[in-house]
Structures are given as structure tokens and as C-alpha cells.
């Protein structure tokens, strides 16, 4: 499926990656949640006191409820942390499975590439400029090291899928 295809229509492609990305983002989570369990306690720490014990997600959540006036418990900031994670999730398996088959390259390394790219883009990147999380140098190498392990899973997951659902769809 590599090179630029024209057999298949552009919400055909948007349906199947978002459901790629609902896959994509469950693995994700599983490889993510592993590593994380597996770290040296001090890195742990490390990063749970530049997080302040709050996700990138919930402080976006925090940080939307602000600015329509509202103050979120505890809980509804975690819950609604969730769903941007999901959703986010769900749009960069969309936005995957547009890309590839239309612009050359996408599919690189079958998945990876994208994954890659969507954690340089979000973790290292777009946190930080939203005021979503400290720079890059608060965390300990463990915390990037496992980012981009997730992101990887995350590409590769989404492909598979992909091509899985190509195949019956």
C-alpha cells in the first residue's frame, strides 16, 4: 500500500483510522502503563513533581473549564482528561488513515514514522507551548524514553489495524 492510491474515498479512510486510533490508543496505553509501572522509582518521582501529579490532558481540562468560568473537581478533570486523550487519540488515527495511501511517505516504517512524528509534535512540542506541562528538561530521559515508546506502539498499532480493516472492509 505504499505511494499515493486513489481506490479508496476520503470518509471511508477517516471511519476506518478512527477506529485504527481507538485501537492505536488502547495499545498505547497498555505499553505506556507497563513501562511506567517497570521505572526506577526516583525517575517516577521525578516526573510526578514536574507534573505536579497532573496529566498533560487534565490540565488541558483544567485549563478549558477556566476559560468558560468553571472550576473542575478532581475527578471530572480526570474524566474529562480522559476523553481529550481518547479523542485525540481517535483524530490522529483519522488523520493517519487520510494521510497514508495520499501522501508519500506516510506509511513509513509502518506506522513508526507517524509515530514518531505525533510524539515529537505532542510530547516534546505542542504540552509544553500550551502551557499543558513543563519543557522537556523537567522530566527525566525515562518519561521521553516511554513517551516515545508509546508513540511508536501507537503508529504501528494504527497500521495494522489499517491494513487489517482494508483487507475486510
Known amino acids: 500500500m505504499h505511494g499515493v492510491r486513489h481506490d479508496h474515498d476520503l ?9 485504527a486510533g481507538v485501537a492505536a490508543t488502547w495499545v498505547m496505553g497498555q505499553v505506556t502503563s507497563y ?6 522509582e526516583q525517575a517516577r518521582e521525578r516526573e510526578d513533581e514536574a507534573r505536579e ?6 490540565v488541558a481540562a483544567e485549563k478549558a473549564a477556566e476559560a468558560i468560568g468553571q472550576d473542575l473537581p478532581e ?25 497514508r495511501g495520499r501522501v508519500p511517505g506516510a506509511e513509513s516504517g509502518h506506522g513508526l ?16 507551548a500550551l502551557g499543558l506541562t513543563p519543557g522537556p528538561t523537567a522530566f527525566p530521559w ?7 515508546a508509546g508513540h511508536l506502539a501507537f503508529g504501528a498499532a494504527a497500521d495494522t489495524t489499517l491494513r487489517l480493516l482494508d483487507q475486510v472492509v
Open 75 to 99: 475527578e471530572q478533570r480526570k474524566q474529562y482528561g480522559s476523553a481529550i486523550h481518547w479523542g485525540l487519540g481517535i483524530g490522529a488515527g483519522a488523520v493517519y488513515g487520510a494521510l
Open 142 to 148: 525515562q518519561t521521553h524514553a516511554r513517551g516515545l
Open 113 to 128: 514514522v507517524y509515530g514518531a512524528a505525533f510524539w515529537a509534535l505532542m510530547d516534546e512540542g505542542a504540552n509544553t
Open 53 to 58: 501529579g497532573k496529566t498533560a490532558y487534565g
Open 11 to 19: 470518509a471511508s479512510d477517516l471511519v476506518k483510522g478512527a477506529l
Open 35 to 40: 513501562l511506567y509501572e517497570r521505572e526506577d
